[in-house]
């Protein structure tokens, strides 16, 4: 049998390229403001390129500090530029139900922070905030974007008055590059390293790959679980991302035990 | 497993349990001396009919088919039909055989109403267990409603009628539901997420349908056990105090034998 060559179709490379967007399904809207998920910016981090993604914790919480975590945060682009901040998180700045993860709080918030400088995204983080009700309406400005855009603005993003102070001068919302030596000078002094409360693990986006997800049952107990202790259904998927760093729906089964279980102690 | 064989030998179940920790007096009349009681309530027969009829329900679910509002209904008249014709059961003030037939009735209007769609497989309706603590006699009961979902999750239900909604102890402090938990980990699903549920039909002028999902832990199961072990140990040394400031006693069936044995004297 004869075989007919056929000449491949190729795309052109120009083609192919994708411009670096947010995707719309991590924009969730709360009380008419919209805020990027962490996962988000992590998704398009790469899409830009993300070279390199470091967090380390700079101070533990104990009891002379007051239960408070600060992590530091390091990005760096395909193209070597390195930006940096911190994230900090203790028992008046979380949910108490997740009052007893502040290492890994403050750790995410380092790294959201740290992702929002380097993709140019206005939108505060989920993850950044405290409890809801406390923080949004007062302290969260407008988002530059509605929701369906990709979140690039000049809104300064600022979901957390008490990090912001926190935060190393000069490198915020300026779209400014910080060298590695500046990021040294920048550094804060770091308190004395004791006997952390939790590992400083990077939490991951789960529920996905070979994870089994949440399962129905799981689901339907989570919602009743909240459902019968007063929290609505905006408060449980901010509660979702900042226990797992991840929106509810994507939860894996064992993260829906977990959470199941913070739910009936809550 | 027959319930009616499990019954002939010395047993705990929870209900026993709960029956002596809410009044020692209750337990030893009724599982002891086994005084048959006064009067059944009528709230008794009805929930035993609309629990019959809740099973025939998943019995259809089992097999693929849905019953229809109408056959839910026939069913409930069905089980309770059998009522009519006793004399041993007392209706609350204002209530009488066709005015409960019309409540459950509207009970299971709203159930089949409100119930939410699910994929979870019936594994088994009304199907008896028995477990063993050590030191006690066998732990028996049957689990109302088994279903698992597609993730193998293990949902347990016991289906209530009730005249008010639950509050959150009554769900997640139930020891009824913390001993099925028991009783599914001791009969072969030890390796299971387990989610435990009350369906619960609401007696309310507007009577109304919930479910609550609970869960219980580890730390839950050994409290439990210490307590079972307890009540155990003092049914076994004939500890039988009477609970009379108990709100349940006003309608209580045992009640002339509780007074009877207050006027008594001696300790006995």
């Known amino acids: 049998m004869a075989a007919t060559k056929e000449k491949p179709q190729r795309k052109s ?91 890994r709080v403050a750790s995410t918030r380092a790294k959201a922070r740290v992702l929002r400088d380097m993709v140019n995204i206005g939108m505060t983080a989920l993850e950044e905030l405290g409890g809801l009700d406390e923080q949004i309406g007062n302290e969260i400005p407008k988002p530059s974007a509605s929701g ?27 779209g400014k590059k910080e060298t590695s030596a500046k990021q040294k000078e920048s550094k804060p002094e770091p308190s004395k390293p004791l006997k952390p409360e939790e590992p400083a693990t990077k939490p991951e986006a789960k ?10 049952a799981q689901s339907r107990a989570i919602k009743n679980l909240s459902q019968r202790r007063g929290i609505s259904s905006e408060e449980l998927e901010a509660m979702a991302i900042k226990i797992f760093n991840i929106s509810l729906e994507y939860l894996s089964s064992q993260d829906a035990s977990s959470f199941i279980r913070e739910l009936q102690t809550a | 497993m027959d319930i009616m064989q499990l019954r002939r030998q010395p047993h705990l179940s929870a209900s026993s349990i709960n029956d002596y920790l ?5 337990y030893r009349f009724s599982r002891i001396d086994k005084i048959k009681s006064e009067f059944k309530s009528d709230s008794l027969e009805l929930g035993s009919s609309i629990h019959k009829t809740l099973a025939d329900f998943y019995q259809e679910k089992m097999i693929g088919s849905k019953l229809s509002l109408q056959d839910l209904h026939a069913s409930f008249e069905k089980h309770w039909k059998t009522v009519e014709e006793r004399d041993d059961v007392e209706y609350q003030e204002g209530e009488d055989f066709e005015t409960l037939l019309k409540k459950g009735k509207d009970l299971l ?36 409603l088994l279903e698992e979902d597609k993730s193998g999750t293990l949902i347990i239900t016991d289906w209530k009628t009730s005249s008010k909604a639950y509050s959150t102890d009554q769900i997640d402090k139930s020891l009824q539901l913390t001993i099925y938990q028991m009783a599914a980990k001791s009969n072969g699903y030890g390796d299971r997420d387990v989610l435990l549920r009350f369906d619960c039909l609401i007696k309310t002028k507007a009577p109304k349908f919930e479910q609550y999902y609970t869960i219980r832990s580890e730390v839950d199961e050994r409290k439990a056990a210490k307590k079972i072990v307890k009540v155990w140990d003092a049914i076994s040394k004939g500890i039988f105090i009477p609970n009379d400031g108990n709100w349940k006693c006003n309608g209580c069936a045992y009640g002339e034998y509780c007074d009877e044995w207050f006027s008594k004297e001696g300790n006995d």
Do not use: W
């Not at chain 1, 930006?83 to 700045?93: C, H, L, P, Q, Y």
């Not at chain 1, 690039?152 to 935060?167: Q, R, S, V």
């Not at chain 2, 809410?22 to 209750?26: A, E, F, N, S």
């Open chain 2, 22 to 26: 809410q009044c020692g007096l209750l």
């Open chain 1, 13 to 103: 490379r120009k083609a192919q390229k994708v411009k670096p967007k947010l995707d719309e399904r991590f924009i969730i809207t709360i009380k008419g403001k919209d805020f990027v998920l962490y996962s988000g910016l992590l998704d398009l981090a790469h899409q830009h390129g993300l070279q390199r993604l470091s967090v380390e914790p700079i101070q533990y919480p104990t009891n002379e500090n007051g239960h408070e975590a600060i992590c530091r945060a390091v990005a760096e682009s395909k193209d070597g530029e390195v930006f940096s901040d911190i994230g900090d998180a203790n028992s008046s700045n979380v949910n108490a139900a997740i009052s007893l993860h502040l290492l």
């Open chain 1, 148 to 174: 369906n855009g990709n979140g690039n603005g000049n809104g300064n993003g600022n979901g957390n008055k008490h990090e912001e102070e926190k935060a190393v001068k000069g490198n915020r919302r300026s």
């Open chain 2, 109 to 144: 209007s709203i159930y089949h109403e409100k119930l939410p769609d699910d994929d979870f497989k019936v594994l088994a309706i009304e199907e008896p267990f028995s477990f063993i603590l050590d030191g006690l006699p066998p732990i028996i009961g049957v689990f109302d």
């Open chain 1, 207 to 216: 529920g996905n790959g070979n994870t089994p997800k949440m399962s129905e």
